[in-house]
């Protein structure tokens, strides 16, 4: 089991810039893959970031390369997500999550926090 915690949400205005960090509670985090995903309102939930276990390895969607910098300190068991150029668009809850490598889909799930951009 491990336990994600994430932070770092708020409103913005477009151009602006965020980043969200996730807190994970277990010392084997290094064992996990780690995601951002987000949902927006009356959207389907949609990856936008992905990390290896030891970090060497990132995925980014199209929609966000470029804007979106995923990393991670095994040292803190956090992930973060620099988020910059923001645009409405990328209004959403986001949210962090975590699989074992056998896993075929991310088995853990943070709260999510809210990001909303303003035009």
């Known amino acids: 089991q491990v336990q994600l915690v994430e932070s770092g949400g708020g409103l913005v205005q477009a151009g602006g810039s965020l980043r969200l960090s996730c807190a994970a509670s277990?010392?084997?985090?290094?064992?996990?893959?780690m995601a951002w995903f987000r949902q927006a309102p009356g959207k389907e939930r949609e990856s936008v970031a992905i990390?290896?276990?030891?970090?060497?390895?990132?995925y980014y969607a199209d929609s966000v390369k470029g804007r979106f910098t995923i990393s991670r300190d095994i040292a803190k068991n956090t992930v973060d997500l620099q988020i910059n150029n923001l645009q409405p668009d990328d209004t959403a809850v986001y949210y962090c999550?975590?699989?074992?490598?056998?896993?075929?889909?991310?088995?853990?799930w943070g709260q999510g926090t809210q990001v909303t951009v303003s035009s």
């Open positions: 999550a975590a699989k074992t490598p056998w896993d075929t889909y991310y088995s853990y």
């Open positions: 990390i290896s276990r030891s970090g060497d390895s990132t």
């Open positions: 277990r010392r084997t985090f290094s064992s996990f893959d």
